[in-house]
């Protein structure tokens, strides 16, 4: 154990690790439950992700008003200014939760936590953080959120750089000014695509480094006012939230179930697509016919739909092959697609160069830019790391949590695959809850929808617990087996495992190619969780 910072050392009934979504929701509803409850939280302030992404262009792909939590006590005196808001509003957003439900007393920021370690005989844990701090806690609950550990490749030389050089999980808070500058992109995925297209209209030259072209979706981005939402919150709020829990994404629009793409016209296909396309968002993914996902045809349709939309804004036909090539480099929908705004526009600009690194991969990060394997130099006054994030696990995994057999549990998943019961605790780590994390319906959900209704379950079961006198509850090792092989069943039956790409733990190298989320969408996650816990809280052992 670490040396200890005397200056907090606290015995608590829940330690909250996080001061997201899920974080936040976790401390007030425990909280509420008569449990002392505090959070550590890594960051300055609140908001998780969009605490540490405040890269340019960084906004969330949510559209109004469901972007946050659903608690009428929060967004009756909340307001957003844009459909999709960005990522200063969104710390305002936390800014407005913090002080309705009085959060700061109960959280430590800059607080990193590094080691949480089971004591079977007191059913506690002890979570010491990287200064010192300590908490002895009867439970944990992990709301590390999906990306909180950023992800450099090991490019050669890249310390060597002279200019200004930062991932976009790490932007300086106080920002970098990119004004007439030289800058490079590396990585076009959603948060390579925002960059891209907020930098553009100021850069003096702006070359991106692509490895796979994203496909990605028109945003629709509206300006909102305070009169539409407050009229929304009198009649829809309610209604809407709802439906996030009845939607295969917990949006308000959901995948069409009830028949194939295959089963209309190729004009009543094309007619819907258009409608989809022209609302924006999500719903060329999420709004779509849902065998897009499992049928290479009707994904190929899909495919030939989009291209022909990105096609059309595109003036060099090198550019078009580029960023919409007449192949799909895989199935559509199954690489996360980015929202966009003006992004192939961008392409247009004389003043924008592309680099194919799939065809001329980067062979080191010189003091002067990025050298290419054909030798070609690019000099840059600014290097941008979009490459991403060690996602959905990494933040657990970055914890050194040992629990019933002394494991960490990062070695545990690396070795064996990730094992979770139900999306929300794993065997041998007894107490411990997790949430908007690894096999539950995370990354294909809207944040919040999937983070409350996860909470929620796990608050309900530790007031089953209070009330039991239960002090420990571990997930059964048979069950959690069983919950795996549905993840992957589901998963075996759709064209994700066509794609490279992080749902299947791609992007990192050595990490096992496995689904990280479960492919059945929330209404199923919720009739399963609500199944277990009707039967008694199958596939948990009690004491
Ligand atoms: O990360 P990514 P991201 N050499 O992994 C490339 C959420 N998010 O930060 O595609 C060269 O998707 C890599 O290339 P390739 C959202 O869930 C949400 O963009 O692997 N390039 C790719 O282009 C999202 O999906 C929001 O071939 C390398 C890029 O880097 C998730 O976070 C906004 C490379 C990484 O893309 C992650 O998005 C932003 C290498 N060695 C993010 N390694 C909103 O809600 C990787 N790349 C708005």
Known sequence: MTTTNNSVNIDIDALVIGAGFGGVHQLYNLRNLGLTTKIFEAGSDFGGIWYWNCYPGARVDSDLPIYQLSMPQLYKGWNYKEKFPGWRELREYFHHVDKVLDLSKDVYFDSRVKEAVWDEKEHKWTVVTEDGKVARARFLMLCTGIGSKYYVPD?????????????????????????????????TGAT???????????????????????????????????????KMKRDLYPVLFRRCRQTF?????????????????????????ETLWEQGGFRFWLANYGDMFSNQKVNDECYAFWREKVRDRLKDEKMKEKLAPMVAPHPIGCKRPSLEQRYYEVYNQPNVTLVDISDTPIEEITPKGVKTKDGTEYEFDVLVLATGFDIVTGGITAIDVKGTDGKAIGDKWKTDGVHTYIGMSTATYPNMFFLYGPQGPTSFSNGPSCAELQSEWIVNCIKYMLDKGYTRIEADKEAEKQWRERVLSFNDQTLFPLAKSWYMGANIPGKKIEPLNFTGGIPFYTKFCNEVVNDGYRGFDFA
């Open 155 to 187: 490019f050669k030389g890249l310390s060597s750089f002279k200019g200004i050089c930062h991932h976009t999980a790490r932007w300086p808070q106080e920002g970098v000014d990119v004004k007439g500058k030289r800058v490079g992109v590396i990585g």
């Open 192 to 230: 390579g695509v925002q960059v891209i297209q907020e930098v553009a209209p100021d850069v003096s030259h702006l070359t991106v480094f692509q490895r796979t072209p994203n496909m990605a979706l028109p945003m629709q981005q509206e300006q909102v006012t305070p009169e539409m939402q407050e």
């Open 249 to 273: 994404g917990g949006f308000t629009y959901d995948l069409v179930q009830d028949k194939s793409a295959l089963d209309v016209s190729p004009e009543e296909r094309r007619v819907y697509w």
